[in-house]
């Protein structure tokens, strides 16, 4: 057996024992309500457009949890230790920005 024919069937099994639908036809893995990345549900034998809906509900899910991320940090205070890693990993004079946030630091 190849390696992709393996991962094929390892990601089969996976899916088969940790995966659940909701009410509306979305799996999700069991252990924290998240929707499996798409090629795992290709290689569990769903149709493109069940993985078409799978992907549209994730950026929705996705999305919800961007705004809810930024809200919450978009004045939260950065750490001396925080500020210490940035600046051993970037360097002092250097302007660091959140991606998330689009915070900028400069250090």
Request: charge should be positive; glycine fraction near 6%.
């Amino acid at each position: 057996m190849d390696w992709r024919a393996r991962e094929q069937a390892e990601n089969q099994a996976a899916f088969t024992k940790g995966a659940v639908q909701d009410a509306q036809g979305i799996y999700r893995w069991a252990t924290n309500g998240r929707i499996p990345f798409d090629d795992l549900l290709a290689d569990a034998g769903l149709t493109v457009a069940q993985r078409q809906a799978h992907t549209i509900a994730r950026d929705r899910e996705n999305a919800i949890f961007a705004a809810e991320y930024r809200k919450a940090h978009a004045n939260r205070p950065i750490s001396a230790e925080q500020r210490a890693e940035m600046r051993a990993a970037f360097g002092t004079g250097t302007t660091v920005v959140n991606v998330m946030t689009g915070r900028r630091t400069k250090l």
